[in-house]
C-alpha cells in the first residue's frame, strides 16, 4: 500500500533535460520484479490475484467456516490473521491503482495519504467498538514501530550489500546516488542471479526479453534526500510530543490533591486527548498541503527515483473503485471475528496481548509494504524506501492516532492518547534513533542492522511483558 502520496507522483511523466514529457518504461506488480501487463481489466485484476502472496486467500473462507462452525477461537484467530495478509495487499493494489487511474497528481496524493493505512483503520474501528482501547494502542503503536524499525532496517540492510540492475541499462549507481566499490575477490565471487522474464506473454510480445540481476557489493554507500526524511521524523517527534505530555499529565491529574475522584481525573484526560488529537490532525493537513502544493518540487526529489516504475494504470477507475469497496467490506469482516477470538488466544496460547497488539497484527497490513521498501532499497532508491518505511509511520502517529480518538468520540467510548509511560518511551527512543540515522541523507548496512537490532530488542520485551501489567497506566 502507497503511504503519504509519496509513491504517487512516481506513477506519472518524468520530464526530460529539455523540459519534454517522456513516458516511462515500465512499471512493476507491487512487492516483485514482474512487470505489469497492459491496461486490460481481466487480464490486470487476474495479475494481481496471481501474486503469490494471495495463496494465503484460502484461509479467509477457512477462516470464516471455522467461525461459524465452532471450530474454537484458536484456529479462527490464526485463520483470519494469515487471511487478511493478501486482503490487505489486494486493498493496497486498488488503491494505487486508482490514485494511478485518476491522471492528477494531487487527488492521488490524497488518495494515498488518506488511504494508505485503509487496513489499519479498519481494524481499529472494529477493536475499538468492542471496548478493547489497550489493544487499539498497541496495534498502532506496533504499526509506527513496524515501519520505523523493521521495514528501515531491513531496506537499509539488504540495500547495503545487495544491489540489483537490468542488463543494458548501464550504469545506474551514479544517477541513483548510490557509491560501490567493487574490490577483485568480490568480483571473481559474483554469480549472476536468475534471470526472470519481465511481464506476462501478452506484455512481452514484440518486445526483447529484460534480464535482471543480483550482486552482492561491498563498502557500499547510499544517499537520500534528507528534506523529506527530515520533514517525517519532525512529524513523528511532534507526535511523541503529544503522547508523552498527555501520559504525563495522566499520571499528574491522578496523583493531584485537588482532584476530586479517579472519574473526574479520566474525564480530564479524555478531553485533552481529543483537544490533541484534532491539533495534530489539523497538522497532517498542513503536512499534507506542504507536500502536495507549496514545496512539491522539493519533495519529489525521491518520487523522481520510482520514474521507471510508472505506467498506464493496470486496470479502469471503476474497477479499482469495486476492488476497493469489496475487499473493504471483507477486511472489516475479517478483522471482526479476528478480533472477536483474540482474547480466548491470548488465555489459551501462551502470547500476552502486548507481543500480539505491537509484533504479531502490524505484519497483516505491512507485510506488502516490507517487501516493495526492500526492493526499492536493493534497486538503489532509497528514498522511496523511507518514503514508505517513514512515511507510514507519520500517517499513523498523525492521522490514524488522533482518528481514533475522535472515533471513539463518536463512539461515546474513552479512547485517549495516555499511552503509558513505557510506550511513549519505546516511541520517542526509536524516533531519536532514526533521525540519528538519517539525518545525514547517507545509509550503509550497518545502520540498518542497528534498527533490526532494535527492534529485536523492543519485540523481547513485550514478549515478556506480562498481561497483568497494563500498557496503559
Known sequence: MQHQGSLALQRRTSYGSEGNIKKSQHRFIKGTTIEKPPNIEGEGLLSILLHPLCT???????????????WGHVPT??????????????????????????????????????????????MMVQTLRRGLIDVVKATLLGSILSNLLLVLGCSFFFGGVMHSSVKGDGDEDERNGTFTRLS??????????????????????GRDSEMSEMQFVGEKIQTFSVMSAMVNTSLLLLSCLSLSLVTVFCDETSHHSLVKSRGEAEDAVVVVSRTCAIVM??????????????????????????DDDAEEPLFSVRTALLVMCATTVLVAWSSEML????????????????????ILLPIVGNA???????????????????????????????????????????????????????????????????LSIVVDGHATWLQGYLLMSAYAVVAVLYWFLPDKVSVVH
Open 56 to 70: 494465503l486467500l484460502v484461509c479467509f473462507p477457512v477462516g470464516v467456516a471455522s467461525h461459524f462452525l465452532g
Open 77 to 122: 484467530f490464526w485463520l483470519n490473521f494469515l487471511g487478511l495478509v493478501p486482503l490487505a495487499k489486494i486493498l493496497g493494489d486498488a488503491t494505487e491503482e486508482l490514485a494511478a487511474g485518476l491522471k492528477n497528481d494531487m487527488f492521488a496524493g490524497l488518495l494515498n495519504a488518506t488511504f494508505g493505512n485503509a487496513v489499519e483503520v479498519v
Open 184 to 205: 577483485l575477490s568480490n568480483r571473481e565471487l559474483e554469480a549472476d542471479a536468475t534471470a526472470e522474464i519481465l511481464g506476462n506473454s501478452r506484455a512481452s510480445r
Open 281 to 306: 490532525m489539523l497538522s497532517y493537513c498542513a503536512y499534507i498541503f506542504f507536500q502536495l502544493v507549496t514545496h512539491r518540487e522539493a519533495m519529489s526529489e525521491d518520487e523522481e527515483e520510482g
Open 339 to 358: 478480533v472477536e477470538s483474540l482474547e480466548d488466544v491470548v488465555a489459551n496460547c501462551g502470547i500476552s496481548s502486548h507481543f500480539i497488539g505491537i
Open 368 to 434: 506488502c509494504e516490507h517487501a516493495s521498501a526492500i526492493r526499492f532499497a536493493i534497486q538503489d532508491k532509497p528514498g522511496l524506501s523511507i518514503g514508505i518505511a517513514v512515511g507510514s509511520s507519520t500517517q499513523i502517529a498523525l492521522f490514524v492516532v488522533p482518528f481514533s480518538v475522535l472515533t471513539g468520540w463518536a463512539l461515546d467510548i474513552p479512547m485517549d492518547l495516555n499511552f503509558g509511560s513505557l510506550n511513549t518511551t519505546v516511541l520517542s527512543l526509536s524516533v531519536i534513533v532514526v
